[in-house]
């Protein structure tokens, strides 16, 4: 199984846009699109996967809601996953989330908290200089980190991103080309 995780310095920052258009750029990929989350609610339109104590997997169905597991099928995926976990239970339902998607033939996952407890083929962070809040979780993944996605032009001076890897253009419509050929790439290679 290939796994991208995607990342974000905060809240609302475009890691659906941005996985939505990993999804529509790599159209021949079977994706998986897993969100998971620490908010826990009864989701719309999305039957129980598995439950365990502390988490629950939901697997979407298609509709025109604005959810962000609807928005990943509407962009291409094969199957989109609503992981809902408590801090404390995260580490264990990421470990049956891979276990489970073990066979997938690709699987993005948006979440900043999980990163820690998954072993991705590409981590990719989305970073925004204009934004002041950054969380800890992603911190703690800015050495591990495959590539940087900048939401403001000026962000490439910034000591998060000096770190010798490479750093792409955040579009809400498209991806940076550089950015297709290198995720084309990795996810070329035997996993």
């Known amino acids: 199984m290939a796994l991208i ?9 475009g890691k659906t846009t941005l996985i939505c258009n990993i999804i529509v750029a790599l159209p021949r990929v ?12 009864a989701p719309r339109h999305c039957e ?7 988490w629950t997997i939901w697997n979407q169905n298609p509709t025109k809601d604005e ?12 199957r989109a996953l609503l992981v809902q976990s408590e801090d404390s239970s995260l ?9 489970e998607l073990a066979s997938a033939a690709a699987v993005i996952v948006e979440s900043a908290s999980a990163m820690e407890f998954l072993d991705p083929t590409v981590l990719l962070l989305l970073l925004d200089a204009a934004q002041f809040d950054f969380k800890q979780s992603v911190k703690r993944q800015l050495e ?9 032009s000026d962000f490439k001076a910034s000591e998060w991103v000096k770190r010798n890897k490479p750093v792409f253009a955040a579009s809400s419509n ?7 050929s290198m995720l084309e790439a990795k996810l070329a290679r035997p996993v």
Do not use: M, Y
């Open 5 to 13: 995780v995607v990342g974000g310095q905060t809240k609302n920052i």
């Open 30 to 41: 079977k994706w998986t699109a897993v969100k998971i989350t620490n908010h826990l609610h």
């Open 67 to 78: 959810s962000d597991t609807a928005k990943f099928l509407r962009s291409g995926a094969d």
């Open 48 to 54: 129980i996967f598995k439950e365990s104590g502390g």
């Open 144 to 152: 591990r980190a495959d590539a940087f996605i900048i939401r403001s």
């Open 91 to 99: 580490k264990e339902a990421c470990a049956f989330l891979q276990a």
């Open 174 to 180: 498209r991806l940076d080309p550089a950015l297709v």
